[in-house]
């Protein structure tokens, strides 16, 4: 891990609209402030962490948790790691593990005692970054059904 | 499928709150009204298809739909189903199947062209359920970490 400026991580809030935007803009190529507008609405209200991470003032990575609400019949106990961003020039120096890291702390102190994330099988580069924060295989079966 | 006469369906609205969170502490035992308000508010305003089955005016189960945003880097194009509820008296009558055809037809206006569920592999009348509705191994793969 060489980190050349100290990051910063608080809590992601409202005001952080546009680097959110832009981060997610940045990585998959399509504007969507509307979307992130609501997430984060939803966010600040429900009490699940979230976090951003700072160089600087500027905002480069985000973290998105949310608590299970039974959907797929998820017990309230787990919670999800949703989205996790960080802006390319800053990829692969430790800020994903970083933002997971305190997010983990976070969660436990909500009483979460257990995290689940999806990722695609051929995600690589995802499946060894869970694997390296200890993640193991889980219960869900994705099912899906082509329209 | 033995479909009995006058099962009706319609959009879930906020006025059946009362008559979702019966459901769902029938089927789970707790009571999460606070949970369902957030929940229905958002289903009305995203556009994402859910659905209630009415019989004699009284509502005896539900969908919930919900549009990928790219979380766990899912395109757009992926619906999940979130949340079926059947209450107990009408459950195995094919009510779900009923919601679940509707639902399908809803997605696929919207330009959806896959939906995705999550089931715990040892919920196997939910397997069962969803491979007679024709659905297949999807590529997400389901991690969790204990804290």
Request: no cysteine.
């Amino acid at each position: 891990m060489d980190l050349m400026e100290p990051i910063k991580l608080r809590i992601l809030t409202m005001k952080d609209l546009d680097a959110v935007t832009e981060i997610d803009h940045n990585l998959l190529g399509s504007k969507r402030r509307e979307y992130w507008e609501t997430r984060l609405e939803s966010t600040e209200t429900s009490g699940v962490p979230s976090l951003a991470a700072e160089v600087g003032g500027k905002v480069i990575g985000f973290i998105l948790g949310s608590a299970s609400g039974w959907e797929y019949g998820i017990p309230e106990n787990i919670a999800w790691i949703d989205t996790l961003g960080v802006t390319k020039e800053y990829q692969k120096k430790g800020v994903a593990r970083i933002l997971i890291k305190e997010m983990f702390s976070m969660f436990k102190k909500v009483g979460v005692d257990t995290i689940y994330v999806f990722v695609n099988w051929k995600d690589w580069d995802l499946l060894q970054f869970f694997d390296r924060m200890g993640f193991k295989r889980g219960d869900m079966i994705n099912l899906e059904l082509k329209i | 499928m033995d479909l009995m006469e006058g099962v009706s369906l319609r959009p879930l609205r906020m006025k059946d709150l009362d008559a979702v969170a019966a459901i769902d502490y029938e089927l789970l035992g707790k009571q999460r009204r606070e949970h369902w308000e957030s929940k229905l508010e958002r289903s009305e305003t995203s556009g994402v298809p859910s659905l209630a089955a009415e019989k004699d005016g009284k509502v005896i189960g539900f969908i919930l739909g919900s549009a990928s945003g790219w979380e766990y880097g899912i395109p757009e194009n992926v619906g999940w189903i979130d949340t079926i509820g059947v209450t107990k008296a009408w459950q195995g009558k094919g009510v779900s199947q009923l919601l679940f055809k509707e639902i399908y037809s809803m997605f696929k206006k919207v330009g959806v062209d896959t939906i995705y569920v999550f089931v715990d592999w040892k919920k196997w009348d939910l397997l069962k359920f969803f491979e007679k509705m024709g659905f297949t191994r999807g590529d997400m793969i389901n991690l969790e970490l204990k804290l």
